[in-house]
């Protein structure tokens, strides 16, 4: 599974053009309709007209490349000369693969029926080398369908080669899904985010949950899901077998146990005292859930910065 999703990425990191293109038309731009005109027009307005329609017609006639077969194209970008594959239970059986476990879920109820979808976002931050993502979906209970959207950065500067007339800017659109002075973001697709089915993805798309509602506004309605997340398996993370426990509640019922040795000789309200002495380790509910809530507030500002900068990055087709 992940396997086959960092092959794909491995192949995308590369910078050659997976679809060779040209500006092309299947018109011809000097076959203007001779009734496009009214015998009230003077040069001016004949140029308007014609302009207009060269325009319209652009931007309906652009001649689609062809797509090679996606697998040839990874196996020639990658040098691969035997069968397509990348096996990374053989590559690191020895060192082992990190993951992060995650279990989340969505619930509606008839006061509050409906979800608005989430932000654009990669997973993780930097220091958690977050390389891939597989998601669940184990349980949709009353609600309506909805879908997982995908995008990707492109480079606007390649925009300075591409072979363009003067003020011809229609190709974009249906070329590239992206219009002039636009961010240079390509959508590149949606998944039917079904009951049941296993979505995995390399961690350079961006993606975002898309809207649902109650199927039944009367009765209440879940989505549920596991998300595993595949760190850089070149990279060894701080992992949760080297992290003592760190809940507060847990070291005081050891305290009151033989383990805790001579401390559960002491009186309760002494051992109480020593509890509530301890200030920074271990750490109790109410801290645990502000550093939660510290942390959330990082990731979105972390977010909300990244798609600023991804969004300020647009084509501007300059004029010549």
């Not at 659109?173 to 079904?194: H, M, R, S, W, Y």
């Amino acid at each position: 599974m992940w396997s086959q999703t960092l092959l794909a990425a491995s192949a995308m990191d590369n910078t050659e053009i997976r679809l060779p293109w040209s500006i092309e038309y299947d018109f011809d731009e000097e076959d203007v309709p001779a009734d496009l005109y009214s015998d009230d027009d003077d040069e001016d307005a004949q140029w308007d007209k014609a302009h207009d329609w060269k325009q319209s017609m652009r931007e309906q006639h652009v001649i689609q490349p062809e797509a090679p077969h996606y697998r040839d194209w990874v196996a020639r970008v990658l040098n691969y000369d035997g069968d397509l594959e990348l096996d990374l239970w053989e590559k690191f059986k020895s060192k082992g693969l990190q993951v992060i476990v995650k279990f989340a879920s969505i619930h509606l109820t008839p006061e509050k029926s409906r979800y608005d979808g989430g932000s654009w976002h990669y997973e993780g931050q930097l220091n958690d080398h977050i390389v891939a993502t597989s998601i669940y979906y184990y349980s949709n209970e009353n609600i309506t369908p909805s879908s997982l959207k995908f995008r990707h950065e492109v480079n606007a500067e390649d925009a300075i080669e591409w072979p363009y007339s003067q003020n011809e800017h229609e190709f974009m659109n249906p070329l590239f899904g992206i219009g002039n002075e636009e961010a240079a973001v390509q959508n590149i697709g949606e998944v039917d985010t079904k009951q049941g089915r296993l979505v995995t993805f390399p961690n350079t798309l961006q993606h975002q949950v898309q809207p649902f509602k109650l199927e039944d506004p009367t009765k209440p309605g879940h989505r549920k899901i596991l998300v595993v997340f595949l760190v850089d398996p070149h990279t060894r993370v701080i992992s949760t077998a080297n992290v003592p426990p760190q809940r507060k509640d847990w070291w005081e019922e050891v305290l009151n146990t033989d383990s805790g040795k001579r401390l559960n000789r002491l009186p309760q309200e002494l051992r109480d005292m020593i509890v509530d002495s301890v200030d920074d380790f271990p750490i109790d509910m109410e801290t645990a859930k502000k550093m939660r809530v510290e942390l959330m507030g990082e990731r979105r500002t972390y977010v909300e910065n990244q798609n600023r900068e991804l969004e300020e990055n647009t084509f501007s087709l300059c004029e010549h």
